[in-house]
């Protein structure tokens, strides 16, 4: 069992680029989450989806969008991509069983330049 | 507005000592508060959850303790070992179902 797999690893991205983060589980979560962390501001909630075919936005989603067209995939896209977006990303999981105490499942991370 | 902090100070202590983090948090009611483990270069790992009517909660070498008056979680590492180095965060439900606010974490390293 994988669980959460991210691509790429890492990027570099010159800025005004499109780019789109991929996020796949195989634990059958319902819910899935964005994050990014920079130094100092830990971990934030970009956005995220409660369910396939529903999206909410999180603590930081301006200049990204995500989908949830199914229950295992969740892309996160940068339309035009500038500087302060370099950051790690995260992708969660989590299965809402018990409505209000999820653990989440973290992804390895996508490490994102853009110059 | 809703606030976590935790010590962004390393904590460096000797192999075998108890290790005590704390988290405390300011206009917030939380349900439940989580703790995770960060290894540098990998994401957060699930530790403990403990419940708003719970005082403590234990898992092998952990504790965690939470005092809804305090606003404040004490997370303990007992019999400490240089593989318990990492950076340690705590998280409290956003008030939004099964959103988490995440701290920004304590860095731990554990001497010999």
Known sequence: IAGITQAPTSQILAA???MTLRCTQDMRHNAMYWYRQDLGLGLRLIHYSNTAGTTGKGEVPDGYSVSRANT???PLTLASAVPSQTSVY????SDSGLAGFDTQ???PGTRLTVL | SQKIEQNSEALNIQEGKTATLTCNYTNYSPAYLQWYRQDPGRGPVFLLLIRENEKEKRKERLKVTFDTTL???LFHITASQPADSATYLCALDAGGGNKLT???????KVEL
């Open chain 1, 16 to 18: 005004g680029r499109r």
């Open chain 1, 72 to 74: 295992d995939d969740f």
């Open chain 1, 90 to 93: 995260f992708c969660a999981s």
């Open chain 1, 105 to 107: 499942y973290f992804g």
């Open chain 2, 71 to 73: 606003k404040q979680s």
């Open chain 2, 102 to 108: 995440f701290g920004t974490g304590t860095q731990l």
